[in-house]
C-alpha cells in the first residue's frame, strides 16, 4: 500500500529565503505526482503536476523535482513571500490508477 | 479555467439526520471524487465516479454513499449521520484521456458539523 511522508510538518522562514518541502512515497511505481495548496478553511489548489517520465516542472518561483528511484520529490519555492504561507500538500498516483494518496501537509509560514 | 463548486461551504446537522452533499463541476469531466480531511490524518477517499452511474469505493466508505445521475454533478449521502462523521468534505474532478494524467482539481470543501 502506498504511503506518503511529509517532513517536517511545519516550517517557518523569513521573507525573501528560498526554501525546499520534502515529499517522500513507498511504491516508485507512481503514474504521477501533484503538489498542491491549501489555505486555511479552503479547498486545494493544483501547483505542479510531475509526469512519471519527468524529472522536475516549473511554474514561476515554484520548481519540483522527481526523483522516482529513491521516492523523493521536493518543491522549491523561490524568494519567498508572505502569501506563500500555506500548507503544501503532495499526492501519488499509481497506473491505471485514478485514486492520489496524499501526505499530511507541510504548514509553511513567512515571516515578514 | 476548471471550476469545481460545493453546494455549502458550512453546514451543521443535528445526529440521525440524512445529509446530502452536492459537487458540480465544468470541465464535462469523466472522474469525480469525494474526499474528507481530519487534522492529523490528511485526506482520505471516500469513493469516487468514473462515469455517470458508475462508484467505486474509497478508503472509508462506511456510512456514506453516493449518487452520480449526470456527469456534472456527484453527491454524497450521510444516511444518518454521527458525530465522528464531522470532518471537512473535498471534492475533485479530473479528466482521464492521454495527455491529462489525471490532473484533480478540488473544490472549495463543505465544513460539516454533526451535533
Known amino acids: 500500500k502506498q504511503e506518503v511522508t511529509q517532513i517536517p510538518a511545519a516550517l517557518s522562514v523569513p521573507e525573501g529565503e528560498n526554501l525546499v518541502l520534502n515529499c517522500s512515497f513507498t511504491d516508485s511505481a507512481i503514474y504521477n505526482l501533484q503538489w498542491f495548496r491549501q489555505d486555511p478553511g479552503k479547498g486545494l489548489t493544483s501547483l505542479l503536476l510531475i509526469q512519471s517520465s519527468q524529472r522536475e516542472q516549473t511554474s514561476g518561483r515554484l520548481n519540483a523535482s522527481l526523483d522516482k528511484s529513491s521516492g523523493r520529490s521536493t518543491l522549491y519555492i523561490a524568494a519567498s513571500q508572505p502569501g506563500d504561507s500555506a500548507t503544501y500538500l503532495c499526492?501519488?498516483?499509481?497506473?491505471?490508477?485514478?485514486?492520489?494518496?496524499f501526505g499530511t501537509g507541510t504548514r509553511l509560514t513567512i515571516i515578514p | 479555467d476548471v471550476k469545481v463548486t460545493q453546494s455549502s461551504r458550512y453546514l451543521v446537522k443535528r445526529t440521525g439526520e440524512k445529509v446530502f452533499l452536492e459537487c458540480v463541476q465544468d470541465m464535462d469531466h469523466e472522474n469525480m471524487f469525494w474526499y474528507r480531511q481530519d487534522p492529523g490524518l490528511g485526506l482520505r477517499l471516500i469513493y469516487f465516479s468514473y462515469d455517470v452511474k458508475m462508484k467505486e469505493k474509497g478508503d472509508i466508505p462506511e456510512g456514506y454513499s453516493v449518487s452520480r445521475e449526470k456527469k456534472e454533478r456527484f453527491s454524497l449521502i450521510l444516511e444518518s449521520a454521527s458525530t465522528n462523521q464531522t470532518s471537512m468534505y473535498l471534492c475533485a474532478s479530473s479528466f482521464w484521456g492521454q495527455g491529462t494524467y489525471n490532473e484533480q482539481f478540488f473544490g472549495p470543501g463543505t465544513r460539516l458539523t454533526v451535533l
Open positions: 499526492a501519488v498516483s499509481g497506473f491505471g490508477n485514478e485514486k492520489l494518496t
